[in-house]
């Protein structure tokens, strides 16, 4: 079984920057399509951004142009670079395998003030 450790959060004011990473055990992730997502409170979890194999990415309209996706297989390890930060990014941001989801990591948590 796939373990995640997603890390990197924190407390930042409106217009600052976090850098996510997720570590993924074991050898499926490099042939995974890997996928951040985050559940703000009372909310239902949302998908985030997403890049395959490839390196083929996309991106909720929410956070198009702010967050970037990106990945390095040889650390099994993916990233989101999140630039812009607005109060409504708060949130437990999560990754996983898009489309044959892993057990879910704990998760690291974004919080932005105004």
């Known amino acids: 079984q796939v373990q995640l450790v997603e890390s990197g959060g924190g407390l930042v004011q409106t217009g600052g920057t976090l850098r996510l990473a997720c570590a993924a055990s074991?050898?499926?992730?490099?042939?995974?399509?890997m996928a951040w997502y985050r559940q703000a409170p009372g909310k239902q979890r949302e998908l985030v951004a997403s890049?395959?194999?490839?390196?083929?990415?996309n991106y909720a309209d929410s956070v198009k142009g702010r967050f970037t996706i990106s990945r390095d297989d040889a650390k099994n390890t993916a990233f989101l670079q999140m630039n812009g930060l607005k109060p409504e990014d708060t949130a437990l941001y999560y990754c996983?395998?898009?489309?044959?989801?892993?057990?879910w990591g704990q998760g690291t948590q974004v919080t932005v003030s105004s």
């Open positions: 074991g050898e499926l992730f490099t042939i995974s399509t």
């Open positions: 890049i395959n194999t490839g390196g083929f990415t």
């Open positions: 996983n395998n898009l489309h044959r989801p892993w057990r």
